[in-house]
């Protein structure tokens, strides 16, 4: 029987989404038949070196956020020659590094917004892009740190006084529309999700609170723009050099009529994995129920660098 390790916790801001991740994870793999132990990962490695030994056959990386998608747990996992599920050491970086995945997409061809890194001493002295412009940490998934500035608010130095996040920002003109979103298992992508958050936009507090969005899947948009999404969902797989599971998130542009612009966000390597999660839904609407969907991904694991 297969031993697998599920990683999850982590230290970064997505911890308790990682934690629920991870314990959906166990039961699914026990449901799948496999010998299961999970791992909560927290700020002393050596601890969780101690917890691979002796090795699994394999680790399913439930981590989210900085430290588990940005190739540094991918990292460790390389150098102790444990397989691991998703993608490897450099892709997970790119991903996760807002301004270089871009420039992999832009290289690409793929569909974005206008946007640039800036400082947040610039930031606070003057609007870096005609608002509305939404302003992002670098470096963090689930929408953490995600600032909308519109044209009059007066928002903007707050912002700057209050970040957190570094002495840059990336800055992209805000696109108006619907939120979408593709998962890719491997070369294939599954559908077109639209997320309609209960309030404002899709920011941390509508992905991960009861009631907080709506997901409707398949996507009711226009036939080439789900094509499209499709489309460049895998390529964006592809460029960046992913492996296993991604999910792509795009904004979809309907409002001056169909078929809409279609502009990349970006491509997350670590999809959240509870049972209802975006990418786990997707599956179950092709065929793949969730455990069925864990198990997809062990056997896909692999030392990837």
């Not at 399913?60 to 998703?86: C, K, M, S």
């Not at 996760?96 to 420039?103: H, L, N, P, T």
């Not at 909308?148 to 970040?163: K, Y």
């Not at 991604?246 to 491509?267: I, K, M, Q």
């Amino acid at each position: 029987m297969k031993q697998v390790a599920v990683l999850h916790g982590g230290i970064s801001a997505e911890r308790e989404v990682s934690l629920a991740s991870g314990r959906q994870v166990i039961g699914a793999l026990e449901t799948a038949g496999y010998a299961v132990r999970g791992i909560e990962a927290g700020p002393d490695l050596a601890a969780l070196i101690a917890a691979l030994t002796p090795a699994p056959d394999v680790v399913f990386n439930a981590l989210h956020g900085r430290f588990g998608e940005d190739g540094a747990i991918q990292g460790v996992l390389e150098w102790l020659g444990i397989p691991y599920t998703h993608s490897g050491v450099l892709a997970s970086a790119m991903a996760m590094d807002k301004a270089r995945a871009r420039a992999v997409f832009a290289a690409a061809g793929l569909p974005l917004a206008a946007g640039k890194v800036v400082t947040i001493g610039d930031l606070a002295r003057a609007d870096p892009l005609p608002p509305p412009y939404v302003v992002k940490p670098l470096n963090e998934g689930s929408s953490v740190g995600v600032e909308i500035v519109r044209a009059g608010d007066n928002r903007r130095a707050a912002i700057a006084a209050a970040w957190r996040f570094g002495a840059t920002a990336l800055v992209e003109a805000f696109i108006p529309g619907r939120e979408i979103t593709v998962g890719v298992l491997e070369d294939r992508a599954l559908t077109v999700t639209e997320i309609l958050p209960a309030a404002g936009f899709y920011d941390y507090r509508a992905k991960y609170t009861e009631g907080g969005s709506r997901h409707v899947l398949p996507a009711a948009i226009h036939g080439a723009a789900f094509d499209q999404a499709l489309e460049v969902a895998v390529a964006a797989h592809r460029a960046l050099g992913c492996r296993g599971a991604s999910r792509a998130d795009f904004r979809y542009d309907d409002t001056s009529g169909e078929p809409g612009r279609l502009v990349l966000l970006e491509v997350n390597t670590q999809p959240g994995m509870t049972a209802t999660s975006l990418l786990p839904e997707q599956a179950a609407l092709m065929g793949i129920d969730f455990p069925a969907l864990c198990a997809w991904m062990v056997e896909r694991a692999a030392c990837r660098v």
